[in-house]
């Protein structure tokens, strides 16, 4: 990576960069910290004339004239390059997500997808998306197994049924109003998921206009570098009590307020966060090769 870097006939193309994180681990691979300024300057001299005899006294007549050329440049977009060539020279660039452990900094190569979770949070309590919503809660009270009951009997259970996903669907969107709605990404490869939230401030261009262009899909192979912070889970998962996530969270939270927050958090990941059976990444570089 770094060595096709250097090549002339290729380029990087960034899509993503966290410059705060970066500037961060810069500084501790760099004893003068993390380069904000560069200047590059460069002088020419040049002497002319000569010595002249006045009575018993010499006069030196020579002058010398020096010139110089100051150029600033913005290290801005260098730093993200230094990063990649400082990381491999350590060692530090992990290439495969599963044998690597968590806090490790991943290279990870695939599909990307892109969903802009923010365009969604206005919509939620529109009545024509809500409609679209309960439209789907018939299909699920049919399911229920309803063979051995007398039609009125029939009728009883699939209105319990009904009211019961209405309540479950209120629910669904009072919380959905109030989450968090960010830009995440889903990288893919052949075998592996791995998913992230991106910071607004770090996306290079905006994000509507990726959504306006590609949909939820984007073109190429794309690379992304971060920190692998979050091993895949099943969100079926239980221990040998029966209990889930969010009841052993809220216990380590100690305090009602505590608890209650612990559980919206398992809320929020399973409504609209990290899916089940993804590894989580904290993402320093997304970008792909552009090679002549």
Known sequence: MAEGRKTEDSVYDFLYVDTRRIAQFSSQFNQ???LTNL?????ETSTGGGDINVVAARVNKSASEQTGQVRQFDPKWLNPL??????????????????SEIGQ????????????AGMMKGAWDKPIVQKMIRAGI?????????????RHDRRIRAKETKESANNELDFTMSMLSILPHMLQVRM???DTSVWSTLEDEFVIGRS?????????????????????????????????EGREDADIAADVAGTVIGGMAARMGIIARNMIGRPEHTYGMTPLLIFREVSS
């Open 32 to 34: 003068y910290g993390h």
């Open 39 to 43: 200047t590059r300057s460069v002088s």
């Open 82 to 99: 230094t990063f990649l060539d400082d990381a491999e020279r350590r060692g530090l660039i992990k290439r495969d997500i599963k044998s």
């Open 105 to 116: 900094i991943v290279l990870f190569t695939g599909q990307l997808l892109l969903f802009d």
């Open 138 to 150: 018939p299909a699920a009270a049919s399911g229920v197994d309803t063979s051995g009951l007398s």
């Open 188 to 190: 893919l490869s052949e």
């Open 208 to 240: 509507s206009d990726l959504v306006l262009k590609h949909g939820s899909l984007l073109s190429g192979e794309w690379n992304m570098i971060g920190i692998y912070d979050a091993l895949p889970y099943d969100a079926a998962y239980r221990t040998e």
